[in-house]
Structure formats: structure tokens, C-alpha cells
């Protein structure tokens, strides 16, 4: 496909239990990013890719939340001993460079029970 | 600390009217500035963006104001259409890989 992909689309977790999202960004964008989206709210950025590298991790919230993208291409978003707090949409995002003009995946829904 | 916030949570318009949604921003170091349509179950999407030494944009039925005096920003939808029916987010380039979003306008096209 030509944009963003994100999977899965919604995801229900029992407290406790690790979760991993993935996000194929478009081909040849070289800069990735992951936002968290509560009900009601804007996104918040959580992390930044240039290629491979993790280049902003400043809105991770804690050390529970771990991203990778290890080939410079797909990303995966992990989450451990997720948290009812953690429920949200996570939105991941690709641009050719930089944070202008971000093509946005449809995102996952994740709720922690 | 620095914020991006919408003056309005929920916007109703008549359609064909056209349509106003305003944006403060407190960041005066920012230099982009970027307008989002999101629907329903989806990602939000690229309306139009104005760089902060523009004062005015437009696009295909928008229009994007810069007020950097005030710090204020509006995007302005011509001839509104049902399609229109979103939530509108303003965001601010606050560095070279970060960008910021205001908490969002719903716009309600009445029929």
C-alpha cells in the first residue's frame, strides 16, 4: 500500500502482559515518529527515528516503553507489564525528513483491562 | 511551558457556510506551524501548513492565518461540506524532530 500501516488495528490486553505494535512507514521515509493519543486528547510524542537510529526518546513515559526500528524500516512500539493508564491510541508516523508533512497510520487501540 | 491550545472544543456550522477554527500557541520560537483533520477510527490527516514567515496560506477550499503578534493561528474551510466533519488539530515544529498538538476542535456540519 502506499501509506502508513499500522497492526494490529485494536489490541485488549489483561494487566501485566507485553505488548508489541508495529508500524510500516512508506517506503524511503526516512523519519519515524510514535505519538500516544488518549480519548479527547491531541497526540503526544513519544519517540523519534532517523533511519535506524532513535534519535528522541524524551516522551517515552517510562522505562516500560521500548521502540526499535532495526533495519531503518518498520518500527515496533513495545510496551511491557502494561498499566490501565496505558490504554490509548498509538499513532505511528513517517516523513521523507524532519517532523513537517506526516503521513499518519491508522493506529492501534490498545486497551489494558 | 510551552502549549498549543484551541479556543473552541466543538464547532457547529451550517453546511455551505464556511468555517473558522482558531488556534493560540505559546512557543514564539516556533517557525511551522501545521493544521490536521482527523476522522472517526483514524490517523490524523496533512491539511496545510504556514511557515512563520508567511502570515497566510491557502489551499483548495483552506485557508491557513498566522497572527504571530498574538501568537494566534486559524484555518479557515470554505463552503463546508459534510465531509468536513472532523476534529481539527493545530501543531507547532517546537524543534528539529518534534512537533506539538493542541488538544483539538470538533467541527459539526448541521445539515
Known amino acids: 500500500g502506499a501509506g502508513v500501516s499500522q497492526s494490529p488495528r485494536y489490541k485488549v490486553a489483561k494487566r501485566g502482559q507485553d505488548v508489541a505494535l508495529r508500524c510500516d512507514p512508506i517506503?524511503?521515509?526516512?523519519?519515524l515518529f510514535w505519538y500516544q493519543q488518549a480519548l479527547g486528547q491531541g497526540p503526544e510524542f513519544l519517540t523519534y527515528?532517523?533511519?535506524?537510529?532513535?534519535?528522541?526518546k524524551s516522551g517515552l513515559p517510562s522505562d516500560r516503553f521500548f521502540a526499535e526500528r532495526p533495519e531503518g524500516s518498520v518500527s515496533t512500539l513495545k510496551i511491557q507489564r502494561t498499566q490501565q493508564e496505558d490504554s490509548a491510541v498509538y499513532l505511528c508516523a513517517s516523513s521523507l525528513a524532519g517532523p513537517t508533512k506526516q503521513f499518519f497510520g491508522p493506529g492501534t487501540r490498545l486497551t489494558v483491562l | 511551558g510551552e502549549s498549543v491550545g484551541l479556543h473552541l472544543p466543538t464547532l457547529s456550522v451550517q453546511e455551505g457556510d464556511n468555517s473558522i477554527i482558531n488556534c493560540a500557541y505559546s512557543n514564539s520560537a516556533s517557525d511551522y506551524f501545521i493544521w490536521y483533520k482527523q476522522e472517526s477510527g483514524k490517523g490524523p490527516q496533512f491539511i496545510i501548513d504556514?511557515?512563520?514567515?508567511?502570515d497566510k496560506r491557502q489551499g483548495q477550499r483552506v485557508t491557513v492565518l498566522l497572527n504571530k503578534t498574538v501568537k494566534h493561528l486559524s484555518l479557515q474551510i470554505a463552503a463546508t461540506q459534510p465531509g468536513d466533519s472532523a476534529v481539527y488539530f493545530c501543531a507547532e515544529n517546537i524543534s528539529d524532530d518534534k512537533i506539538i498538538f493542541g488538544k483539538g476542535t470538533r467541527l459539526h456540519i448541521l445539515p
Open positions: 517506503s524511503g521515509h526516512v523519519s
Open positions: 504556514i511557515r512563520s514567515n508567511m
Open positions: 527515528f532517523q533511519n535506524e537510529a532513535q534519535l528522541d
